[in-house]
């Protein structure tokens, strides 16, 4: 996706800028137990395990491309932007770094995680760091933007943090609870996923300069995606291939993760079947041939049409959200070709 | 402390608004699996593990002191500077939550640990939300100080974490090394410890509205209090009584801790005596007769002396580069009596 965004290379360039003098002026040299700063390279994809560049998938760099497609949608120049992409995309790495540790996940983008690599202890510093850098990429903003605005700004960012934690704080609750309603479900990725769209979208019509109304109105549209995003991964975590998401076919399964087709399966089975489920679910391992039966279970209950239509009830309320959020022209053409992509990938 | 502060009272309140409001406009509601913010009101000594309110030891607010007297000795309103010292004090919780995880610390101020009682994934979570508090207590001084002020200060905090983190990420590898050196001990303390009391004061004297030349001595001051502060800690550490610090006697020398008592020791043993210090240290634990040999080796080494001294010297350099800093009076004899509290605690 970069390739094609002039405006996204200036992001990834922005970031880099960022790490790049916060590892200058920092205190660590090469006797440091960790190169904490080409970890976080490691990470995003520019380096490999032993430091050397690379140009591998550090993620698809959607936030970012989010926020600079409504800065122009909504009348602004989108690299004006780029400082606030940059630290939405630091922000949300931030997070994939520690939800790694508390998840306990091996692999992410067909790689070893930080802590998988360098162990917890590090990665929740490498993490921690991630934050602070985030909050200074968005300081970028600081001599471009009017001082109201850059204070409105940071106040967002740090409050779309809070939700992102809260969704994180109830996505780790659900794990211990025998089952969870669509709604409760709905409240965790609002936090969890939709609350970073909703800023991304928002924060790029704030460096525009649009009013409040047309403000609301882009956060809503980012929400929407960020739903519509949120149970298409829920969908691929199941139903998904491995060469597409870099993860173990019904991943999510076997990690008896309480997603979006799991909450209505629970919701719907006749009691002797949520028996079986159990059974299936109780050792420590879930075995293929459980898995199986789980997907039977799944395609019984019409759960996997019921999420596709989800999916596709909140790829046109966005749809919807984004003809009244922007004017017609080929900033909004782009931000509904983005739509459509996300709601249809397979990775 | 708190007791004879009005101004640190006025840091309390503001900490608990930020999260109160926080709260209030946040998405858990009784059913989440962790209530968020009243696990934060536990750390910092506002309630019980069972949420009842509580008034117990949530940390001494040294750094807030700091802060908000030097702005008072730099000629400022100290209560103008109440959110920044909130913000000092939620940024060093946060480091906190996530260091007791880190170092598998189970009891902290005579209670257990965020960690020990709700799990290392929720603590992970709840640091990183106490960050973010953090950012939005600062914010408060958007309206009170100029724009470029209230940029300069953002930056400066985040670099700051930046700094502690790269401390942290220091002091996690000491661990697992046979030596360090003095310097190295220095730089990470540097980090870890006096970046944030170098910020207090030097964030307290921007509020004031002091000059760059003045702002880098208050700077100077606190980073020295800072070292003098973490090498007492150390001296604790090893000498303190469990009465006194909450902590075991002689805890560092349980955990293996390359603290500065240690390093000395390293630096000076004959390879006899370093042979029988890691025969000691070998074990899966450090037993009670172990601990006494270590304690002999110090003593014969002249250890405790040596770092009573650094003490004492740290504490004479912060007193001249404060008296370098700020104008003769009230609040300087104010600052300079915290100093002399700071060098000879016992807890």
Known sequence: MTEDQPALREVERYMRAVIDRAESSGMLDDRAALPLYRVLAYHLGWMDEQFRPARVDGGKRIRPLLCLRCCEAAGGDPSAAAPVGAAIELLHNFTLVHDDIQDRSRTRRHRPTVWALWGEAQAINAGDAMFALSQLALLGVADRLPASSVALLLRAFNETTLRIVEGQVLDLGFEDRPSVSVDEYL?????????????????????????????????????????????????????????????????????????????????????????????????????????????????????????????????????????????????????????????????
């Open 187 to 347: 409240t965790m990725i609002r936090g969890k996923t939709a609350a970073l769209t909703a800023f991304a979208a928002w924060s790029g019509a704030l460096v525009a300069g649009a009013d409040p109304e047309r403000l609301e109105r882009f956060r809503l549209f980012g929400e929407a995606l960020g739903l519509g995003f949120q149970i298409r991964d829920d969908y691929l975590g199941i139903w998904g291939r491995r060469e597409e998401t870099g993860k173990e076919p019904a991943d999510d399964i076997r990690r008896r993760k309480k997603s979006l087709p799991i909450v209505l399966l629970l919701e719907s089975m006749t009691p002797p079947d949520r028996e079986l489920l159990d059974s299936l679910w109780s050792g420590p391992e879930v075995s293929d041939q459980a898995v199986e039966q789980v997907l039977e279970l799944l395609e019984r209950y019409g759960v996997r049409e019921r999420v596709r239509a989800e999916v596709a009830r909140l790829h046109q309320e966005a749809h919807s959200l984004l003809a009244e959020a922007a004017e017609p022209g080929p900033a909004r053409d782009a931000l509904a070709a983005l739509l459509d992509r996300l709601a249809t990938r397979s990775g």
